[in-house]
């Protein structure tokens, strides 16, 4: 199984500030890897897919970079929306998900 | 509008069954891969089965390999989950997810959208 290791595990930012987010595999998964978002009490909403597509409707402050192992989501400068928990997901060998990285206003 | 709406969550006892659906509307359904993905505090998020658009394909996590079936009924837009000999570690919230084809290209192959999720319960 091929596992995704997310850090931070917690961000404490401010509105209009950058954030990176970080997705390590444990194995190359070449580009096969997505990013969602999470709120509470709701489902996920796919942000980016195949490391740097933005999925329907996503702003282009997010965007994803990375090859390999190493992933990175960026979103340029964060709205109130913006804080909630993402996720990063690979389909290289089947499906699995990291454990998340809550961005959280500080 | 694409929507998918779970249903048939609940409390269940250690060894018993239960049945989940999802109904989908907003697009064409025979299109997609749908999906069961789940969600617990403890584990996180795990991928627990898949089907093709005709519903001749199926595979399933191996925690839940044997015990669950998924299927699907094009004519109804509906995809379902049987879950039997369910234990308390398949307690979670489960949500119906359009996508999850492994072969799949484009954002179809990913998990696109996900429903609002039902809560599954086990516990004597």
């Known amino acids: 199984e091929i596992v995704l290791t997310q850090s931070p595990a917690t961000l404490s930012l401010s509105p209009g500030e950058r954030a990176t987010l970080s997705c390590r595999a444990s194995?190359?998964?070449?580009?096969?890897l997505a990013w969602y978002q999470q709120k509470p009490g709701q489902g996920l909403r796919l942000l980016m897919y195949?490391?740097?597509n933005r999925a329907t409707g996503i702003p282009a402050r997010f965007s994803g970079s990375g090859s390999g192992t190493d992933f990175t989501l960026t979103i340029t400068s964060l709205e109130p929306e913006d804080f909630a928990i993402y996720y990063c997901?690979?389909?290289?060998?089947?499906?699995?998900f990291g454990g998340g990285t809550k961005v959280e206003i500080k | 509008e694409v929507q998918l709406v779970e249903s048939g969550g609940g409390l269940v006892q250690p060894g018993g069954s239960l049945r989940l659906s999802c109904a989908a509307s907003?697009?064409?359904?025979?299109?997609?891969?749908m999906s069961w993905v789940r969600q617990t505090p403890g584990k996180g998020l795990e991928w627990v089965a898949n089907t093709n658009e005709a519903g001749g394909e199926r595979y399933y996590a191996d925690s839940v390999k044997g015990r669950f079936i998924i299927s699907r009924d094009n004519a109804k837009n509906s995809v379902y989950l049987q879950m039997t000999s369910l234990r308390v570690e398949d307690a979670a919230v489960y949500y119906c997810?359009?996508?999850?084809?492994?072969?799949?290209?484009?954002?179809?192959?990913?998990?696109?959208?996900w429903g609002q999720g039902t809560l599954v319960t086990v516990s004597s």
């Open positions: 997810v359009r996508g999850g084809g492994l072969a799949v290209s484009g954002t179809k192959g990913w998990f696109d959208p």
């Open positions: 907003g697009f064409t359904f025979n299109d997609f891969w």
């Open positions: 194995q190359s998964i070449a580009g096969y």
């Open positions: 997901q690979q389909r290289s060998g089947w499906f699995t």
């Open positions: 195949d490391v740097s």
